[in-house]
């Protein structure tokens, strides 16, 4: 059942009316992180109030213009835009309340042009969202980039502007490159960029060139290199320079969910299962980048920088996601998308501990953690609760992840695709246990002078603990999520 609705937009302009309010009230410092929160807030209540709807069956749409015939920009609200719009406003408020004690704790410049582009980065990402259509969703994948690169240059010193250019010269000639082509072509061959109804099906008429799907089908795989894929990978650690509540949001939400949330609505909406599994596209993609699960967790275990660490973390992370999806069995599936929200409220919990280690004491290698348990108890049991999710063990939400995708892959049949989840697990101990053993049971550098560290601001602790509970009761409760995810799949 489709119900025309205009929540999809409303919800789509707050982060915008926001962003607006923010600039008019850059004097005023107070009022402009209140629009900020408000606006966040106002967005999270819209998709909420849209859950009834989509978990009774119903899809909410509304169409903004028509271009061409069976061509428009238009949005649509089902389940699998919930399990990522939820997700992403929920965390902008979250990370509104966090970046205050941030910001202000280090005394940044430009923080009105830092919250606008905020503001205007959940615009793009629940574009993506709610996008009705590939089309729409290029249109928002693009936004995206675009307003994104202030924040990863916000310092304006050289190592910003760099990381900058890297940035944004990776993510749109990618996508200009490969995923517009595709695209393109794809309408010409359909007539029509509009997502399907279902997984199964796809958009994609019998009979046409098996070699050319499959080209069309790696373009796009490729061409979203925000899903941080190898070896498309590389802007990824770069945009660290950022302040780290912009690593939070482009690791968490906003930047790389976009990507494998736009490689995964393509997967399953443009050509569907029944075209995977029919041209053996599926499996090859699972092991393709499970290349990438592997080799940047072991790259990961070499950086001694936390947020060096954490990013390939993330590049590593992302992958299950993808390779959930092209198993194209309904339990690796719903591993798959569930991940979206398991791994945001955890990977963002880590960002978020290792901007208040910064704050507290300065430090930023994990060879420098050594004994700041102790000092920094609440920061850094969230961190260990997040890394628990990060390996896959319960009870936190890595847990559910993990368990779908060993299902996923029993039901594929593929005993390989189980050798690297149980590997990757392995490999995320390696790099996540130590850093909290150092922090509780480390000895402290001889004359560092233990009353001067303390718990950073309470802007920043409370969002980091709340982050870090929710992952536990993901975990323990995954029902909420798992009825979108599961909605996915029939």
Not at 141 to 166: C, F, I
Not at 320 to 342: C, D, E, F, M, R
Not at 445 to 460: F, N, R, T, V
Not at 481 to 490: D, E, P, S, W, Y
């Amino acid at each position: 059942m489709v119900i025309e609705s205009a929540k999809p937009l409303i919800a789509l302009l707050a982060p915008v009316a926001g962003a607006l309010l923010v600039m008019l009230s850059r004097k005023t410092p107070n009022l402009r992180e209140t629009w900020s929160f408000l606006a966040s807030a106002f967005m999270f209540g819209v998709i909420v109030s849209m859950v009834p709807n989509v978990l009774g069956g119903a899809t909410l749409h509304y169409t903004l213009f028509n271009l061409l015939p069976h061509l428009s920009i238009s949005l649509r609200a089902d389940a699998f835009s919930m399990v990522f719009a939820l997700v992403a406003s929920f965390l902008w408020m979250v990370a509104v309340f966090y970046s205050m004690g941030y910001m202000r704790g280090l005394a940044e410049h430009a923080q009105t042009r830092f919250n606008a582009a905020f503001a205007l980065a959940l615009f793009g990402a629940i574009g993506v969202a709610f996008a009705d259509n590939f089309l729409t969703l290029y249109l928002f994948y693009e936004v995206v980039s675009v307003v994104t690169y202030p924040l990863v240059a916000h310092h304006q010193d050289t190592e910003g502007y760099e990381s900058g250019k890297k940035y944004i010269l990776y993510l749109t000639t990618t996508a200009k490159g490969l995923v517009l082509p595709a695209m393109i072509l794809i309408y010409v061959l359909t007539g029509s960029l509009d997502f399907a109804n279902n997984v199964s099906t796809g958009i994609l008429p019998a009979g046409l060139n098996h070699t050319l799907v499959t080209v069309l089908y790696i373009f796009c795989l490729l061409g979203f290199a925000k899903n941080g894929i190898m070896p498309l990978h590389h802007w990824l650690p770069s945009a660290m320079v950022a302040p780290t509540p912009v690593s939070a949001l482009l690791h968490a939400v906003a930047v790389v969910k976009v990507g494998v949330f736009s490689t995964t609505r393509v997967m399953l909406y443009v050509f569907g299962v029944n075209t995977m599994d029919a041209l053996n596209l599926g499996i090859p993609t699972a092991y393709f980048v499970s290349f990438t699960v592997i080799v940047a967790s072991v790259i990961a275990l070499s950086k001694d920088n936390l947020k060096a660490r954490l990013a390939y973390s993330t590049i590593s992370q992302l992958s299950y996601i993808i390779l959930g999806v092209a198993l194209l069995t309904p339990s690796g599936i719903q591993g798959g998308l569930v991940h979206i929200a398991n791994h945001a409220f955890s990977k963002i919990t880590l960002f978020f501990c290792a901007g208040a280690i910064y704050v507290a004491c300065r430090k930023k290698d994990i060879s420098e953690m050594s004994g700041l348990g102790r000092s920094m108890p609440f920061t850094f049991a969230a961190f260990a609760i997040a890394s628990l999710s990060m390996i896959g063990a319960p009870p936190v939400a890595g847990f559910v992840t993990k368990w779908y995708l060993l299902l996923g892959a029993l039901q594929a049949h593929q005993i390989g695709i189980i050798v690297v989840l149980l590997g990757s697990t392995l490999l995320n101990v390696a790099y996540f246990a130590p850093v909290t053993f150092k922090a509780f049971f480390g000895k402290r550098p001889a004359g560092e002078d233990a009353a001067g560290i303390h718990e950073a601001p309470l802007a920043m602790v409370i969002p980091l603990m709340l982050t870090a509970l929710i992952s536990v009761l993901l975990g323990i409760y995954p029902d909420f999520i798992m009825q979108f995810v599961k909605a996915v799949t029939g």
